[in-house]
């Protein structure tokens, strides 16, 4: 009796570490990802300028999965700020003579981590924005729909990529309104949608922008900045890229900014303080 109970007892032990080692598994490590990029600087006048500055942003902290453990950048840095729409870094770029053009490298390093609990969502992710029009026709057709057929954010993240047409970069963000619409645009479009219609279902969502690398080390380039969507769950934030349909909750999409939700907001977060200069990522 007393080896059968023996017995019994490794089978319940064994079969304990069965079911909860998929859950060890699933708890991800933190890991780097190093993104470099470079930025050129243009003088687009037929004047010398000097003692320009440039206004550049880069990776921010953000919550429990992103915190920025280096950044380097070519130049002189004059200041740094940082806040949820990212960090804005302001270069002396010295005297630049007619039509000249500067490159600056900029070097960062940040820790990707998996969520836990995060604070509560504030009112603002709840109500009707410049970009985001949870009350229009249009955005309650679509809230019903998603109501009738018993979606879940990830379900109608998916049924948009599977239902929009991507229209290519558009420079300026056209709304939920105009996604719902045509349902058509890029990136930005796609977001708008999604949050137009959690929204509409009470449940708090924002756009965030940032980039996609799919390495440990990565030289990122314009086509890398991309737009996704973070909605939350009750307990804690959750990223959906309705562009591709998929989970956002990988160490490839790295953080550099809330997106301000205004049609006027510029499309990149790279731009020069002085008219005449042009700055752009190559």
């Not at 023996?6 to 780097?32: H, Q």
């Not at 504030?122 to 057929?149: G, V």
Request: net charge negative.
């Amino acid at each position: 009796m007393q080896r059968v109970s023996i017995v019994g007892l490794l089978l319940v032990l064994m079969t304990a570490i069965w079911l909860f080692l998929p859950a060890w598994e699933s708890v991800d490590d933190p890991v780097n990802r190093h993104l470099r990029f470079s930025l050129e600087v243009k003088n687009t006048t037929g004047r010398v300028v000097s003692e320009e500055r440039v206004v550049v942003s880069a990776p921010i902290d953000w919550g429990e999965k992103q915190e920025l453990i280096s950044i380097k950048v070519g130049t002189d840095i004059l200041a740094s700020e940082s806040n949820v729409d990212g960090i804005d870094l302001t270069l002396s770029l010295g005297e630049f003579a007619p039509y000249a053009s500067k490159t600056i490298l900029v070097d960062t390093v940040v820790e990707m981590r998996s969520r836990g609990r995060e604070a509560g969502p504030q009112k603002q992710f709840l109500r009707s924005t410049d970009l985001i029009a949870i009350e229009s026709p249009i955005t309650q057709k679509y809230t019903s729909l998603y109501t009738d057929n018993h979606h879940s954010p990830e379900s109608f993240s998916l049924w948009l990529s599977q239902n929009m047409e991507y229209a290519g970069y558009i420079a300026e963000a056209r709304g939920s309104d105009y996604a719902l619409s045509e349902m058509s645009g890029d990136c930005t479009e796609y977001s708008a949608a999604l949050v137009a219609v959690l929204r509409g279902r009470g449940i708090p969502a924002r756009i965030i922008a940032g980039m996609i690398v799919e390495e440990e080390k990565a030289l990122v380039r314009s086509a890398d900045y991309h737009n996704w969507v973070e909605y939350h769950d009750g307990k804690r934030w959750v990223a959906l890229d309705p562009q591709f349909g998929r989970s956002a909750e990988t160490p490839n999409y790295i953080v550099f900014h809330q997106v301000a939700e205004s049609k006027a907001a510029p499309a990149q977060r790279f731009f020069s303080t002085t008219q005449g200069l042009s700055v752009r990522i190559l």
